[in-house]
C-alpha cells in the first residue's frame, strides 16, 4: 500500500508571509499532484508534476517533485486570504495508475 | 468549461435508509471514481469505472454499498442501509485514462446519517 504524508497538518500564518508544504512517501510515483479544496467544495487540480527534479510555478506557488519521485513540496509566497484552504497531494502509481492521496494541508491566511 | 456534476449537493437521512447519490462526468472522459472523504482526511477511492467496467472496488464496503454506470456515462452510487458512520462527502471525479491520472472532481455530496 502507498502511504503520502503531508506536513504540517494545520497552517495558520498571516497575510504576506510564505510557506511550505510537504508531502513524503516511501514509494516512487509515476506522477503527483497537488489540488486545493475549499470547504464543501471538491479539490481543484493546481498542478501535476511528472519528472524527478521538476519544479513548476503558478503565480505565487512553487511545486517541487523530489529528484527520486517519492517527495514533493508545495512554496507559496506572500500568502493572501485566498490561498486559505486544504491542500492534498495525490501520487498516482500501480497498474491502474491508482490516485493516492495525503491527508492534506489545512491552511489559513489571516487579513 | 466542462465540469462534473453531482446531486444532490447535501442529503440528510436516517440510519437504516437508503440513499442514492447521482454523477455525470466531463463529456469525453472514460473514467469515472467515486471517493469518500471523511472530515479531515484525504479522499479514498470506493470504486474506478472504464467506461461501463468496474476496474477496481476493493475498498467498497459490497454489503451495503453498490455502483453502476450502465451506458458508460453517468454513474449511480448507492448506500442500503445507511449508518451513522457513512457521514462523509462522497466525491465523484473523471479523468482521461493516462500515467498522470489527473482526476477533475465535482462539487460532491456531504451526506448525514442520523
Known amino acids: 500500500t502507498q502511504l503520502l504524508e503531508q506536513s504540517p497538518q494545520f497552517l495558520s500564518i498571516q497575510e504576506g508571509e510564505n510557506l511550505t508544504v510537504y508531502c513524503n512517501s516511501s514509494?516512487?510515483?509515476?506522477?503527483l499532484q497537488w489540488y486545493r479544496q475549499e470547504p464543501g467544495e471538491g479539490p481543484v487540480l493546481l498542478v501535476t508534476?511528472?519528472?524527478?527534479?521538476e519544479v513548476k510555478k503558478l503565480k505565487r506557488l512553487t511545486f517541487q517533485f523530489g529528484d527520486a519521485r517519492k517527495d514533493s513540496s508545495l512554496h507559496i509566497t506572500a500568502a493572501q486570504p485566498g490561498d486559505t484552504g486544504l491542500y492534498l497531494c495525490?501520487?498516482?502509481?500501480?497498474?491502474?495508475?491508482?490516485?493516492?492521496f495525503g491527508k492534506g494541508t489545512l491552511l489559513t491566511v489571516n487579513p | 468549461e466542462a465540469e462534473v456534476a453531482q446531486s444532490p449537493r447535501y442529503k440528510i437521512t436516517e440510519k437504516s435508509q437508503a440513499v442514492a447519490f447521482w454523477c455525470d462526468p466531463i463529456?469525453?472522459?472514460?473514467?469515472l471514481y467515486w471517493y469518500r472523504q471523511i472530515l479531515g482526511q484525504g479522499p479514498e477511492l470506493l470504486v474506478q469505472?472504464?467506461?461501463?467496467?468496474?476496474?477496481?472496488d476493493s475498498q467498497l464496503p459490497k454489503d451495503r454499498f453498490s455502483a453502476e454506470r450502465l451506458k458508460g456515462v453517468d454513474s449511480t452510487l448507492k448506500i442500503q442501509p445507511a449508518e451513522l458512520g457513512d457521514s462523509a462527502m462522497y466525491l465523484c471525479?473523471?479523468?482521461?485514462?493516462?500515467?498522470?491520472?489527473?482526476?477533475?472532481f465535482g462539487p460532491g455530496t456531504r451526506l448525514t446519517v442520523l
Open positions: 471525479a473523471s479523468s482521461i485514462a493516462g500515467a498522470h491520472n489527473e482526476q477533475f
Open positions: 514509494s516512487v510515483f509515476s506522477s
Open positions: 508534476v511528472v519528472t524527478g527534479g
Open positions: 495525490a501520487g498516482a502509481g500501480g497498474s491502474n495508475y491508482k490516485l493516492t
Open positions: 463529456s469525453g472522459h472514460a473514467t
Open positions: 469505472f472504464q467506461d461501463e467496467s468496474v476496474v477496481d
